[in-house]
Each structure stands twice: as C-alpha cells, then as structure tokens.
C-alpha cells in the first residue's frame, strides 16, 4: 500500500500523509492503559501528546511524569525521536545499511523533508543525519546522567536519555514538573542541553558542511552555512541581552543566575527547544513580546527546529537594508542574494505570519485567558517551541484542537502543508496524460 501512496501522491502530499500517520498511532499507543500513570487520560489529551511529541513542540495538556507511565514516556520518546529525524529518515536509513540506492521517491521525499538544495546527495545526507543524531544524543546521555548525578538526582539514567533526545530533538518533553526549572544554576545542565539543542536546530546541511572542511572534503564554509552560524548566535545573545535587562524575575537574580537563565531562555526560543529555567507565567510584557518575536524566527532549515528559520529572516533582513539605502540588489556579507531566495523568504514569512494570524485569532475566540498569553501560546505552537505560560492544560476542547492543527502545521511547514492541500495528486497526472492519449486517437 505505501507504494501505491508513494505513486500517487507528491512529495509534500506524502510528508503531510506521514507525520498524519505517525500521530494517529501514537495517539492509539497512548490510549493504552499500560502507557498511564494511575488515572485514565482523555482521548483528546492523549491525541495532543502524540501531536505534540512528532511534531516535537512540547506543549503539554498533562503533566507527563504524573500522567505517564514508564511505557508511556517511551512512547512518547520514541515520538519525538521519530518527528525529529523526519519522515522515513529511518527507513531510508535501512535502505542504505542494506546497500542499496534510495528510490527516486525516496530521495524526492528527503530532499522535501529536509529543504535540500537541488543536486545534494541524498543517500549520503541520510547516512550523516543518523549517524551524528547517534553520536550527539549518546554524548548528550552520558554528560546528562553525570549532570543530573553531581546535583543529587536519584536514577538520573532515564532522566538523561530523555532529556538528551528531547533535547536534540528540539522536542522540549520532560520528566520533571517543573521543566529544568530546578536546574537554573547548574551550569553543567544548562550547558549539555544548550549544546544538545543547538546541534540539532543548526540544521544537519550544516553539520555536513562543518564536517566536510574538518575532514578536509571542502576548503571553506559555504555563505548559507556562515549565514546560519552568524544569524542564530547574533540572535540569541541579542535576546539575552534583552531578557538580562528588561525581565524582573532575572535581573534580580545574582549576576551569574542572571546571566544563565537569560543565556538559556534566548537559546531555548530561537532553537525551537522548549525548555525552560524561568517561570514563564511571571514574565513581564515586553519580556514575553520578545519571546514571542524569537519563537516565530525559530531555527535553522534542514534541523529539527520549527520557526520561519534564520535563512528567510536573514535574506529579508538584506532586502530591507538594500531598500533603505536605496539599493534594490541585496547582499550579504558582500555576496548578491539570488532573486529566488527572497522571494522564497518572502513567501514563508508572508505565509507564516498569516497562518499564525488565524491560529491566535481562533483561539481569541474561544478562550478566555489573556491576550499575551494567546498570543504566546500560539506563537509556541506553530514555531513547534513547546514554551507556554501555563495555559496549556486549561484550553477548552476548541482551543487544544486549534493548537494540534498548528502544531501539526509547524511541523510540516506552512507552505509545505499549503503545496500539499493545493496540488493534485500525482496519479492525477498519470489520469490526464493517458485521457490525452486516448483523445488523440
């Protein structure tokens, strides 16, 4: 049956198809008994979880550790490990352990996936992303279980393989009430999950080029890898310097608490990670306003981050600078910007700021929390981050349904979700060509 699918429906059909399929038996794992706690979970709470965990957002109707069991926080894990990765990333994966070249559908599936450039090779992409998602969340496991054991933490194993793929994963899921809230001053804690997060929200192409000038496979950087690394560390410690200045509940910390959580609530927004070591419910206006600005850039392409992603943002960026000086030929760090990249940026920041216009609009509607609560919360939702300041648990039915269908969106990309909805299938073509042929005789 899937390749019937894989015939008649497009790449981005497919990838809509896909994560749709991964949440409808993800939902079904977490009806199971065995995956609650003590108390049985509401279907709908159920079907939040699984969307949040593949989409790997975070956002939470339940408190996971009091709501899930063992088998139900593996469930989840396994989720999000799966959203983070990409749809048939692991398949595909097998299909190259095993020696054999990727179909063309699945190399049109990968490149769609994972936003590649035309001509990139997709068997040695797939082959690098599983390989450096191993590596990384195993180095992830083993400094977090060390972490988690130096500040006291009892059975800190399975607290640190989950946070480690959480974390990589952008996914933003923990086994802790309180998020990492309790871990504010651990610098070591602090530190693997920024390392975690930024290695997995910086893009695997970038990983693939870094990799391929350390082992000598290329001379130099390529622009988009130094516009990525630029744009993402700029933006975060712009946003700690705001936060460190303007947030009551961290200018009165001392002065390296105070650097800390301003350093990790910036990276947890822009890398779409989710996590949090300040209260977020008690964050001033202007504090949350630039939160919300840092969850709607969000990270990189090609990675496991939600967001507009830095590359639009820094192509817009050069527009409007070339515009102010009156120059309409864009450059960056002294190289032209190509005509389709701005207009791609311009279609994805157009499309994404109105899909998240009618995602807070519907939820002004039926809810009745406070407007930068809302606002927050959907910002959280379509840039697939999983920060909220509280809300979550209390949305009506309405409210959770609007959230799962940005969530879902994030995932996929709007304009990826959008192509999806608007094209027709592939088979449609096939019907057409052979209607022409039997016209024509």
């Not at 894989?6 to 977490?30: D, E, M, S």
């Not at 709908?44 to 699984?50: H, K």
């Not at 086994?175 to 893009?203: C, H, K, M, T, Y």
Request: proline residues 4%.
């Amino acid at each position: 049956m899937l390749s019937h699918l894989r015939n008649w429906l497009r790449p981005a059909q497919l990838l809509v198809f896909g994560y749709a399929t991964y949440i409808v038996l993800g939902w079904l794992v977490l009806c199971l008994p065995v995956c609650w706690e003590e108390a049985s979970i509401g279907a709908l709470d159920n079907l939040f979880m699984a969307a949040s965990a593949v989409s790997t957002t975070g956002l939470v109707t339940v408190n996971t550790p009091d709501a899930y069991s063992f088998w139900g926080e593996l469930a989840i894990l396994c989720l999000f490990q799966i959203g983070g990765l990409g749809y048939m990333t692991l398949g595909s994966f097998a299909v190259v352990c095993r020696g054999h070249e990727l179909s063309r559908e699945r190399r049109e599936m990968t490149a769609t996936a994972f936003a590649l450039p035309e001509g990139f090779d997709a068997t040695r992409f797939i082959f690098l992303v599983v390989c450096f998602t191993v590596c990384v969340e195993l180095a992830g496991v083993l400094g977090l279980w060390w972490a988690f054991s130096a500040a006291g933490l009892e059975n800190a194993l399975w607290p640190a393989i989950f946070h480690a793929v959480s974390a990589f994963c952008t996914a933003g899921f923990s086994v802790f009430p309180d998020s990492l809230e309790q871990f504010r001053d651990d610098f070591f804690v602090n530190a693997i999950v920024s390392v975690l997060s930024l290695s997995g929200a910086l893009g695997f192409l970038v990983v693939s080029d870094v990799w391929g000038v350390v082992t000598g496979g290329r001379r130099s950087l390529c622009l988009t890898t130094r516009i990525i690394l630029r744009f993402t560390f700029g933006a975060i410690f712009i946003v700690a310097a705001l936060l460190f200045l303007i947030e009551p509940s961290i200018t009165q910390l001392s002065p390296s608490s105070r650097l800390l959580a301003a350093w990790f609530q910036s990276m947890t927004a822009l890398t779409t990670v989710g996590f949090n070591t300040a209260p977020l419910g008690s964050f001033a206006a202007g504090a949350t306003m630039v939160t919300v600005a840092a969850m709607l850039i969000g990270a990189s392409p090609s990675g496991t981050g939600g967001g507009i992603k830095s590359t639009s943002v820094s192509a817009a960026f050069a527009t409007i600078r070339s515009s102010i000086r009156g120059d309409y030929d864009p450059t960056f760090h002294g190289v032209r910007v190509p005509d389709g990249r701005i207009f791609a940026a311009f279609a994805a920041i157009s499309f994404y700021l109105l899909t998240f216009t009618i995602g807070a609009t519907l939820l002004m509607l039926v809810e009745s929390a406070p407007f930068e609560d809302l606002l927050f919360e959907a910002a959280s939702a379509l840039g697939t981050v999983g920060l909220s300041r509280g809300i979550t648990g209390d949305l009506t039915p309405v409210g959770k349904l609007t959230i799962i269908a940005m969530m879902f969106v994030g995932r996929t990309g709007p304009i990826a979700f959008a192509v999806a909805l608007a094209s027709q299938p592939a088979g449609a073509d096939v019907q057409s060509e052979e209607k022409e042929d039997d016209l024509a005789v």
